[in-house]
């Protein structure tokens, strides 16, 4: 199964911008649905974005739109998530998750919900956002 590595988090003042890195190892991410999430201290984990990269269909949470972007490196494996005009409210510990093509289809807007769905995870990176 693949195996993904986070990178990227860090702190910023509010309106600065951040990009997340997700290395993906022992498979290539163009088989996978490829989710980023975040949890709060105190809350549940939460989608943020959803990216299906055979279809090209990516699903955004709300709270992000026209804020956050995904995009991919072939040549790398790597996935990434640029966030820009941060709020302190996207403070959290945001991960990387997979979730194999061939498991049956979900759409990105659904998977944003469904956490449960994904089956492989990264080791989360920090994002602090001051005000």
């Known amino acids: 199964q693949v195996q993904l590595a986070e990178s990227g988090g860090g702190s910023v003042q509010a309106g600065g911008s951040l990009r997340l890195s997700c290395v993906v190892s022992?498979?290539?991410?163009?088989?996978?649905?490829m989710g980023w999430f975040r949890q709060a201290p105190g809350k549940e984990r939460e989608g943020v974005a959803v990216?299906?990269?055979?279809?090209?269909?990516?699903a955004y949470a709300d709270a992000v739109k026209g804020r956050f972007t995904v995009s991919q490196d072939s040549a790398k494996n790597t996935i990434y998530l640029q966030m820009d005009s941060l709020k302190p409210e996207d403070t959290a510990m945001y991960y990387c998750?997979?979730?194999?093509?061939?498991?049956?289809?979900?759409?990105?807007?659904?998977?944003?919900?469904?956490?449960?769905?994904?089956?492989?995870w990264g080791q989360g990176t920090q994002v602090t956002v001051s005000s």
């Open positions: 998750a997979a979730r194999l093509w061939t498991l049956g289809y979900i759409s990105p807007s659904d998977l944003l919900s469904t956490r449960a769905a994904f089956s492989r």
């Open positions: 022992r498979g290539t991410y163009k088989d996978h649905y």
């Open positions: 990216s299906d990269f055979k279809s090209g269909a990516r």
